[in-house]
């Protein structure tokens, strides 16, 4: 699950990027930073970014989740960071979903 | 689907179901929602059972609008409730309906809509507001205080949303003659009407007259604004 969340959002990703200055570097797969010290987002490509996974996720998965809400903001370790903790937090909302 | 898409709240009657004819008829395919079902029809319009306030109705709305059209044109946020009467005779449940529709309702839909609109860098928010703020209403508190609160949530709106090419506008109509204000005593709509410096009821065409100025493409440099009918300041 966590593989297929990673390219779904490399594929969002890549499409924001069309329209981002500077683009995110996305070589770095599950590593590629996002938003934070070592990503090249700003807040409004965050947004931006966000929204488009959640509609992505929405499409392949039929689940609305909220991927930024309290919990995401207040957690240690941003899952913004980078790819492989946006994955995974967003594997962690759908497995609560599930439940 | 070149015709644009517009989203209204409460067009089951009164303001929200002339909004969703005039725009129809101007070309638009129209959007309305309301608690309960529309005793009317129309081709290029339709329908959506949903509370303003509840915030899966509202994303469920949002999904349809996403998977049918994958666009968001415009957004009239029209539905509302009122409470009137003496403050130390309103109940708690009619402040938090109050709140919950006017306030929590107008932000769920103005939070999904910028979701959608920015997807094409383009969108127009307006938010129906009220006279009894500026008035400052006897009998109106929290009427009135929870378009207060729209009034700002527009122009914090409207600078947030500035950059993905999204305007967000209020509109403060004057008495019109809708359910909203058949509970109000002939005599005190006269005496609200006396403090106007154009002295009548508002009508719908009044309304859908500053609506198609904020929805214009040509008013892209008009956001945060509220417009109030009637001279009304």
């Given amino acids: 699950m966590k593989e297929k969340l990673c390219k779904l959002i490399i594929d969002v990703a890549g499409d924001l990027n069309e329209n981002l200055d500077p683009p995110i570097r996305l070589d770095g797969g599950e590593d590629a930073p996002l938003y934070g010290p070592d990503g090249r987002l700003s807040s409004l490509g965050l947004v931006s970014l966000i929204i488009a996974v959640e509609q992505a996720i929405e499409e392949q998965f039929g689940v609305a989740i909220t991927l930024a809400d309290e919990r995401s903001f207040s957690l240690s370790q941003s899952p913004f960071r980078n790819v492989g903790a946006l994955a995974d937090y967003a594997n962690t909302l759908l497995i609560e979903h599930q439940g | ?233």
Wanted: proline share 3%; net charge positive.
């Fill in chain 2, 1 to 233: 689907m070149d015709s644009p898409v517009t989203l209204i709240t409460g067009t089951r009657k009164g303001i929200g179901k002339f909004l969703a004819q005039h725009y129809v008829e101007r070309g638009h395919f129209v959007i309305g929602c309301s608690r309960s079902e529309a005793d009317w029809q129309l081709a290029h319009y339709q329908h959506y059972v949903a509370d303003v306030s509840d915030e899966s109705a509202v994303k469920n709305v949002f999904s349809e609008i996403r998977k049918k059209f994958d666009r968001l044109d415009h957004l009239i946020n029209n539905a509302g409730v009122a409470s009137m009467n003496h403050s130390l005779l309103t109940p708690l449940r009619s402040v938090r309906q109050v709140l919950e529709t006017n306030v929590v309702g107008t932000f769920l839909f103005c939070r999904e809509a910028a979701k959608l609109m920015q997807q094409r860098r383009y969108g127009r928010i307006v938010n129906l507001v009220t006279v009894a703020t500026p008035l400052k209403l006897e009998g109106e508190a929290i009427y009135a205080a929870s378009k207060a609160a729209v009034n700002t949530l527009t122009q914090v709106l409207a600078r947030e949303l500035a950059e993905m090419g999204i305007t967000v506008n209020a509109l403060g109509p004057t008495p019109t003659d809708t359910d909203l204000i058949r509970a109000v005593s002939r005599d005190k709509l006269e005496r609200l009407i006396r403090r106007q410096p154009i002295q009548r009821y508002a009508s719908f065409e009044d309304i859908a007259n500053v609506t198609d100025f904020y929805l214009d493409r040509k008013s892209e440099f008009i956001t945060g604004q509220t417009l109030f009918l009637g001279g009304i300041s």
